[in-house]
Nanobody, 122 residues
Framework: QVQLVESGGGLVQAGGSLRLSCAAS????????MAWFRQAPGKEREFVAT????????YYADSVKGRFTISRDNAKNTVYLQMNTLKPEDTAIYYC???????????????WGQGTQVTVSS
């Protein structure tokens, strides 16, 4: 069982940056693939980025590639999402998730945080 708690969301102007954090507890963090997803009002949850156990294999959604960076610190049981050059269309609730396989599909992840709101104003 893994408990995940996100933080770092907020309101930012277009072009600005935010860094999200997701702290894990309750299990061996380094045993899990970690991912970030987001969900905007009225839309389905969508994949943002994933990182493998060692942190060497990263995948990004095309919509965030070149602007967002996922990373993890296994010593701190934390995964991060650095978001730069934010756009209004990045506005959503951002969720971190833990699973056992690299995937962009939400159903591949067994554990989810409660989410953190990111709002980008134009």
């Amino acid at each position: 069982q893994v408990q995940l708690v996100e933080s770092g969301g907020g309101l930012v102007q277009a072009g600005g940056s935010l860094r999200l954090s997701c702290a894990a507890s309750g299990a061996t963090f380094s045993s899990y693939v970690m991912a970030w997803f987001r969900q905007a009002p009225g839309k389905e949850r969508e994949f943002v980025a994933t990182i493998n156990l060692s942190g060497r294999r990263l995948y990004y959604a095309d919509s965030v590639k070149g602007r967002f960076t996922i990373s993890r610190d296994n010593a701190k049981n934390t995964v991060y999402l650095q978001m730069n050059t934010l756009k209004p269309e990045d506005t959503a609730i951002y969720y971190c998730a833990a699973g056992t396989a690299d995937s962009s599909a939400p159903h591949a992840y067994a554990y989810w945080g409660q989410g953190t709101q990111v709002t980008v104003s134009s």
